[in-house]
């Protein structure tokens, strides 16, 4: 069993995705962290609830970010985490964070990417004028929202969308999307030949 650990600075509504996943045996592996940023974040109550060890790392305990981020990859390997998943974690990922912690790192983003990166993206989106967009699962490298797809649904975008109203489809669709994504990645049923993710 893979052991997965998760980064999420909100609301969290893509962990509990993958609790329920998890709880299914859906995922091929078992949740066993849950790090946060922020004190405050619901996520974190969800992982208490769900009986996953939590962390909480707002940056005022430390003296710069770089402390920040070692002590969140201090505590992923006291974990024995091997497989990390973003979830709504707000803060990009340094180059030595990434190089340092030799596992797959995984996040879900509110585009079809490599349209709209960054934030804002369902926002991005309406003001194009597309009138498809979706969500994504890649892997993360050092650039934003930029490294290799593992995973796309499309979303419509219809006609009187608010940001709010397409945020809550996409959202729907990310629900789905990311438990599968990780089982896959988990169950060792992906190959990866540079930026092409193949599904076996
Ligand atoms: C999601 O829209 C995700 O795509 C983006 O941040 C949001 C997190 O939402 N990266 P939640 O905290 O999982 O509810």
Redesign the pocket.
């Known amino acids: 069993m893979m052991r997965i650990g998760v980064l999420?600075?909100?609301?969290?509504?893509?962990?509990q995705a993958l609790i329920e996943a998890w709880k299914l045996g859906e995922l091929n592996g078992e949740l066993v962290a849950v790090g946060s940023d922020h004190e405050e974040a619901l996520?974190l109550k969800r992982a208490e609830e769900a009986g996953i060890p939590h962390g909480a790392f707002p940056l005022s305990r430390f003296s710069s970010r770089q402390e920040q981020e070692k002590a969140i990859l201090t505590w992923l390997r006291e974990q024995k985490v091997e497989i990390l998943v973003?979830?709504?974690?707000?803060r990009v990922l340094s180059k030595e964070f990434l190089q340092d912690i030799q596992i797959p790192v995984l996040?879900?983003?509110?585009s079809l990417l490599p349209s709209f990166q960054g934030l804002h993206a369902q926002r991005q989106a309406l003001d194009y004028g597309v009138k498809i967009s979706g969500?994504t699962v890649h892997f993360v490298d050092e650039g934003l929202d930029s490294g290799p797809i593992i995973a796309q649904e499309a979303v419509p975008v219809l006609p009187g969308d608010t940001e709010d109203s397409l945020?809550a489809r996409?959202?729907e669709a990310?629900h789905r999307l990311y438990p599968e994504a990780v089982g896959w990645v988990v169950g060792g049923r992906i190959k990866r030949n540079g930026r092409i993710v193949v599904k076996l």
Do not use: K, Q, V
């Open positions: 999420a600075s909100g609301r969290g509504s893509n962990l996520a973003l979830a709504g974690f707000m996040n879900i983003h509110p969500c945020s996409i959202l990310e």
